[in-house]
């Protein structure tokens, strides 16, 4: 059913709660946020996701959006952002209550749930509120727009390194779990000497053993094959136990394969068959496993307009034309400036009436006006630096295509209230009044460090040491 309308409409006060306002600071950065943004505006696009008639009435979506917007922006799981709602009044006005409350709003499960009710879709919907908040509270201008950056990045997946060993030992783990709930008994399950074997490959690779190593890896694959036919051969022709073993055998059959197979795309993980290997040049970190993500970002403030998670591995050139697509939507503009891309964009599949600029090393007979705005396209690097780092586009914890493209979504709006937030504060200490005597302290400050800084050796081989607590001049 659809949430209820989280305006407050108690116009009758409890006598043993507190009021919100009573106790928070108004100028507060995240206080302020509150009164910016467009709250009614996520009712009206998010509450065509939900049914009118079926179930229980869900929970305010500016409560379940102003929880997103927390998670991304402090970098949290779930469960800590409903945690600390719980201990942080700002948080709770920030989503809109009245009343300072003392038990977890929600499930963390919830969280989840919501994420998948809005999809995509809904994820854009957020991520545009947020560019139309920035332009509402001058942390993005209207003309910077017409500058824009385009730069893609990896993605990772919340996974293990993958070897053939673990993924072999994973996958016979796996079909032997599902048997036995299906309650079909097997041969031999291997679990003991396969757990040997995975034991012995780490050891080998450990002091180096190549060729012993090779042997406990052919093991543990011979394992996975055994254990393979027996399921096959117990399920025959019984529909219903191939429907639950279809997709679990096909990867199992993949990965014998994949090696054997020219072109095949390999399975990377076993939990998460839609991680792929992604080699960016990185003299740290010759492959990533997840997905490539593009975004877009203005050249001025670093502020992200378009984020879009894209599987398959395409050419960088290739996903520009549905990155400046996705941030025309979103900004609600039609992008008519300069785009400044890399050379990975070489041969681009754009054609717009924005001017898309290819920099490389070389800027001779390019006007200086322009060459400024080239020089300037690096800067969409530390923008997602700040999102993996800050925020969560480093690891992706989130399940299936969907879970990567919402998380790249909501990682650009974690980014942008970040910059948000960064800005109010900075205009909070501007309007703060001075310290009297600040200049003052500052030069008794440098003179005492310059005199502390005198020694023997300013003053002569043979003069005395100054007794403690004496300046000798």
Not at 14 to 36: C, H, N, S, T, W
Not at 67 to 90: F, G, I, M
Not at 260 to 266: A, D, L, S, V, W
Not at 306 to 332: C, E, F, I, M, W
Request: charge should be positive.
């Amino acid at each position: 059913m659809k949430p209820r309308s989280s305006s407050n409409t108690d116009l009758q006060g409890d006598l043993f709660k507190v009021e919100l306002e009573a106790i928070i600071d108004p100028d507060y950065p995240l206080a302020r946020m509150a009164g910016q943004i467009d709250w009614a505006f996520f009712e009206r696009e998010l509450g065509a996701h939900f049914c009118e008639t079926n179930g229980a009435p869900a929970k305010p979506v500016r409560l379940m959006v102003g929880l997103h917007y927390l998670k991304h922006a402090y970098n949290l799981s779930d469960e800590q952002t409903v945690l600390r709602w719980v201990e942080n009044p700002y948080w709770q006005y920030f989503c809109g209550m009245k009343w300072f409350a003392s038990a977890l709003p929600i499930d963390p499960s919830s969280m989840t749930r919501w994420r998948k009710k809005i999809g995509e879709q809904g994820a854009e919907t957020l991520l545009a509120q947020s560019i139309a908040t920035g332009l509402k509270t001058g942390a993005v201008k209207p003309a910077s727009l017409d500058k824009i950056n385009v730069d893609t990045t990896v993605q990772e997946k919340a996974v293990i390194f993958p070897t053939d060993a673990r993924l072999y030992y994973k996958m016979r783990e796996k079909l032997v779990r599902l048997a036995e709930r299906s309650q079909i008994k097997l041969r031999q399950s291997y679990r003991r000497v396969a757990r040997r074997a995975l034991i012995m490959v780490g050891r080998y690779g450990r002091v180096r053993r190549k060729k012993l190593l090779l042997r406990e890896t052919r093991r543990l694959k011979s394992y996975l094959r055994k254990v393979t036919a027996d399921v096959m051969r117990k399920i025959g022709e019984n529909q219903g136990l191939q429907t639950i073993f279809f997709e679990t055998l096909m990867d199992a059959v993949r990965l014998l394969e994949q090696k054997n197979i020219p072109g095949c795309r390999k399975l990377y993980s076993v939990h998460a068959r839609e991680v792929e290997c992604i080699g960016k040049g990185k003299a740290h970190k010759k492959y990533e496993f997840g997905c490539k993500v593009s975004l877009v970002a203005t050249s001025k403030e670093g502020f992200v307009i378009g984020a879009q998670a894209v599987h398959g591995n395409p050419y960088d050139g290739h996903t520009l034309r549905g990155a400046l697509a996705q941030a025309g939507k979103l900004s609600g503009l039609e992008l008519k400036g300069d785009v400044f891309v890399d050379l990975g964009y070489r041969g681009h599949d754009y054609e717009g009436p924005a001017k898309v600029n290819v920099v490389g090393r070389n800027l001779k007979g390019i006007p200086k006006a322009l060459a400024r705005w080239m020089k300037r396209r690096a800067a969409i690097e530390p923008a997602i630096g700040h999102m993996k780092n800050d925020g969560r586009l480093g690891r992706n914890f989130l399940l299936g295509k969907l879970g990567d493209k919402l998380n790249a979504l909501l990682c650009a709006c974690g980014h942008n209230l970040r910059l948000m937030l960064r800005r109010m504060r900075l205009e909070g200490m501007r309007g703060r009044p001075k310290r009297p005597g600040g200049l003052i302290f500052v030069l008794l400050s440098w003179l005492w460090g310059w005199l502390k800084r005198l020694d023997r050796r300013s003053l002569g081989a043979s003069a005395p040491r100054p007794a403690p607590g004496k300046i000798w001049f």
